[in-house]
């Protein structure tokens, strides 16, 4: 069951990793780019209230500028994700614990 919980966690990881490369190909490749960030945004729309409040400010480099994008569009999102099914998942191994231990056989008194 560890590894069933590893690859739920890195699940949205991988999607951040698959929209990256989406991103950064689609142009050359003459894709319609538009579709590729609207999925980018898509994937961080849950995150927005907490990631649009100007915490990082404008940078002065262009590069700089595009990495803080896609921190903010793609990985942030993801280690949010992962945070929450970790949670759930404790929670759920935990009310598990409490449903086993309370419905244990209670030995009798022969």
């Known amino acids: ?14 999607v951040a990793v698959v929209l990256n490369v989406l991103c950064n190909i689609a142009r050359p ?5 538009e579709h590729v960030a609207g999925y980018a945004f ?7 209230w907490l990631l649009d409040r100007g915490w990082f400010g404008p940078f002065d480099s262009r590069w700089l500028d ?3 994008a896609y ?14 099914l970790w949670l759930l ?4 191994r ?9 419905y244990r056989a209670v030995p009798s008194d022969n």
């Open 1 to 14: 069951m560890a590894w069933a919980s590893r690859l739920v966690l890195a699940f949205p990881f991988a």
């Open 94 to 102: 935990f009310w598990a614990k409490r449903i086993r231990g309370k």
């Open 29 to 33: 490749l003459h894709w319609r780019s």
């Open 89 to 92: 998942l404790r929670i759920l």
């Open 42 to 48: 898509l994937f961080a729309t849950p995150w927005g």
């Open 66 to 68: 595009a990495l803080m």
């Open 71 to 84: 921190l903010i569009l793609l990985w942030i999102p993801a280690l949010l994700y992962s945070a929450c």
